[in-house]
Nanobody
Framework: QVQLVESGGRLVQVGQSLRLDCASN????????MVWYRQGPEKQREFVAV???????NYSDSVQGRFTVSRNALNNEFYLSMDNLKVEDTAVYYC?????????WGQGTQVTVSS
């Protein structure tokens, strides 16, 4: 069973930066992919970023150039670094991982961007 725990969400101002962490109880090099999704107020959950086992990354158009997904195999953690935050980035952010064909999710962490 994979357990993922997000941390780092908080209230920030427009233009500021923030890093979200996702800690795993499994070796992250065993994951096919690690993802970040978000769900804003009264919105559906949407894709934000992915990092594959190969190290290749992909981002949604709305965060491309501002957000960076990375990983640290030594700590079994992966991250979402967010720069130049906007009000529309306000959401609950979820990390997820695919392990042996099954998707696992964390409980979410709230990011609020205030103007």
């Amino acid at each position: 069973q994979v357990q993922l725990v997000e941390s780092g969400g908080r209230l920030v101002q427009v233009g500021q930066s923030l890093r979200l962490d996702c800690a795993s109880n499994k070796v992250i090099d065993s994951f096919d992919q690690m993802v970040w999704y978000r769900q804003g107020p009264e919105k559906q959950r949407e894709f934000v970023a992915v990092i594959f086992l190969t190290g290749r990354t992909n981002y949604s158009d709305s965060v491309q150039g501002r957000f960076t997904v990375s990983r640290n195999a030594l700590n079994n953690e992966f991250y979402l670094s967010m720069d130049n935050l906007k009000v529309e980035d306000t959401a609950v952010y979820y990390c997820g991982a695919r392990y042996r064909g099954v998707d696992y999710w964390g409980q979410g962490t709230q990011v609020t961007v205030s103007s």
